[in-house]
């Protein structure tokens, strides 16, 4: 049995496979807390961990040796994996999660019957847009703010950006349209929102034909001003699986 467990700047995913990942695997979110319940139900001598940590990893370090599990896998972004090849002279650091991300996204491309390059996106507390060729190099990418990193940004270091009591906007709220804002809060929302969008079309321009995917607690938001964009939050996750050994 693997014990599969993402730890972003935000949150905690895992998912527990016994044979082959398959569809209808149920993946679980919470705190350590909750995470450290759930082990306690599993049985350990049995179960390989495998962990991409690019957060609290003193407190799940100190968690995973306190139990005797089969085996532990911490892992490291490498210089080539899983038809991956990457575009660090130190691979090594790379944050683990965009480059697993990249892992996954790779392989969708035969799920969608595609043989295009992909360009993904992980809009999260940061928000990272990676290209990867349809050879599997990694040709770059950045790393920006991501949507409330940016907001909470303007309302902490500008003066004059304050929280009045102004109407925001609500979540399904003109997704497709480049708005303009009619309150200060408004006026950040939308310009941080399109600000992120506006770098994932140059992208997309750069590279026509590659296939967006989109990952993160804000994926879902920015895939919705794209056409026959890929979402999938659990890329992290897949991409374990796909470079366990």
């Known amino acids: 049995m693997h014990l599969l467990i993402d730890i972003g700047n935000s949150r905690i995913k895992w998912v527990c496979i016994v044979s082959k990942y398959t569809a209808d695997i149920k993946t679980q979110a919470g705190t350590l807390a ?64 965009r480059w697993l991300a990249m ?13 295009s390059g992909i360009i993904v996106v992980d809009a999260g507390s940061a928000m990272t847009v990676d290209v990867v060729d349809s050879s ?18 303007l309302f902490t270091n500008t003066e004059q950006v304050l929280r ?33 969008v506006a770098l994932i079309v140059y992208v997309a321009a750069k590279y026509p034909g590659y296939k967006i995917i989109f990952s993160g607690g804000d994926g879902d938001m920015l895939a919705s001003y794209f056409d026959s964009p890929i979402v999938d939050q659990d890329l992290v996750l897949k991409g374990l699986w796909q470079v366990r050994r």
């Open 34 to 97: 909750e995470l450290i319940k759930f082990i306690n139900t599993i049985d350990v001598s049995k179960t390989i961990v495998m962990i991409a940590a690019v957060n609290q990893t003193v407190d799940l370090k100190a968690l995973i040796q306190a139990r005797e599990f089969k085996q532990v896998i911490w892992a490291v972004s490498q210089k080539e994996q899983a038809g991956i090849r990457n575009s660090y002279d130190l691979p090594e650091r790379m944050g683990i999660d």
């Open 103 to 115: 892992v996954a996204g790779f392989k969708l491309r035969q799920d969608f019957l595609t043989s």
């Open 136 to 153: 599997g190099l990694h040709l770059g990418g950045y790393i920006v703010p991501g949507l409330h990193m940016a907001q909470r940004a």
């Open 164 to 196: 009045y009591n102004e109407v925001s906007l609500s979540p399904g709220q003109a997704h497709n349209e480049f708005n303009l804002g009619n309150n200060t809060l408004q006026c950040v929302e939308y310009g941080v929102r399109n600000q992120l």
